[in-house]
């Protein structure tokens, strides 16, 4: 498989170094020359020098031949950028990481269905470990043929949990309105804004994007 990853920084490279050592395609992209040749040093790549949330840039790292596209810079809007400009491009998978989790909200509504926050992920983590629960324990429960997704609602989606128009093997887990964990009920109300996650089986996936996908 082929992954471009735009940014250069420690996870970049982390996960370049990962990439490779499973015998992937690499192509590293960063603004820093100097940057990509150190890594150079290190890493067998390829290596774009340039912004990689230009179009022109991203149309050298050849979309049509690239599995994954991972935006990893240390700026949030650089990363939904270039994710963005990514999508129009044909990229099939891509991953924006952000550090400020008020953006992964606008990621949702923009259609970008892989955020990550690393410094949230981390401290999860470590509270988890801190408190002696396993970490691993929801990976290993959501397994086989279970799929989580989730969207943003809009205003045609205020409706009872209920009355959701949701494809027969598809549940609503939780939702989250202004940051707040809530576990509904089937009478319980959805409201535009909030964050609804649902567990579905995988052969529900494609109805389910195609239903919310991002308006353009």
Same mark, same amino acid.
């Given at each position: *498989?082929?992954?471009?990853?735009?940014?250069?920084? =420690?996870?970049?490279? *982390?996960?370049?170094?990962? /990439?490779?050592?499973?015998?992937?395609?690499?192509?590293?992209? %960063?603004?820093?020359?100097?940057?990509?040749?150190?890594?150079?040093?290190?890493?067998?790549?390829?290596? !774009?020098?340039? %912004?990689?949330?230009?179009?022109?840039?991203?149309?050298?790292?050849?979309?049509?031949?690239?599995?994954?596209?991972?935006?990893?810079?240390?700026?949030?809007?650089?990363?939904?950028?270039? =994710?963005?400009?990514?999508?129009?491009?044909?990229? #099939?998978? !891509?991953?924006?990481? @952000?550090?400020?989790?008020?953006?992964?909200?606008?990621?949702?509504?923009?259609?970008?269905?892989? #955020?990550? @926050?690393?410094?949230?992920? @981390?401290?999860?983590?470590?509270?988890? /470990?801190?408190?002696?629960?396993?970490?691993?324990?929801? =990976?290993? *429960?959501?397994?086989?043929?279970?799929?989580?997704?989730?969207?943003?609602?809009?205003?045609?989606?205020?409706?009872?949990?209920?009355?959701?128009?949701?494809?027969?093997?598809?549940?609503?887990?939780?939702?989250?309105?202004?940051?707040?964990?809530? !576990?509904? &009920?089937?009478?319980? &109300?959805?409201?535009?804004?909030?964050?609804?996650?649902? !567990?579905?089986?995988? &052969?529900?996936?494609?109805?389910?994007?195609?239903?919310?996908?991002?308006?353009?």
């Amino acid at each position: *498989m082929r992954a471009v990853l735009i940014g250069a920084g =420690s996870l970049g490279v *982390m996960t370049a170094r990962l /990439l490779l050592r499973h015998r992937h395609e690499v192509v590293l992209i %960063d603004t820093d020359k100097e940057r990509l040749d150190a890594v150079a040093e290190e890493l067998d790549c390829g290596m !774009i020098c340039g %912004d990689g949330s230009r179009p022109a840039l991203l149309r050298e790292a050849d979309p049509e031949h690239t599995d994954h596209l991972f935006c990893l810079t240390n700026n949030d809007q650089t990363n939904i950028l270039a =994710s963005l400009v990514g999508r129009s491009l044909g990229f #099939p998978h !891509i991953v924006t990481r @952000i550090e400020d989790p008020q953006y992964e909200h606008i990621c949702l509504e923009l259609g970008l269905e892989n #955020p990550i @926050i690393p410094a949230r992920t @981390i401290g999860r983590l470590l509270s988890d /470990l801190f408190e002696g629960r396993d970490p691993l324990e929801l =990976s290993t *429960m959501i397994r086989d043929e279970a799929r989580v997704f989730s969207f943003v609602a809009r205003d045609e989606d205020q409706a009872r949990v209920e009355e959701l128009p949701l494809p027969e093997d598809v549940r609503v887990i939780c939702i989250y309105r202004s940051g707040t964990l809530t !576990i509904p &009920k089937g009478k319980d &109300k959805v409201e535009p804004g909030d964050e609804v996650v649902l !567990i579905t089986h995988s &052969k529900d996936l494609e109805k389910l994007k195609e239903r919310w996908a991002a308006k353009p």
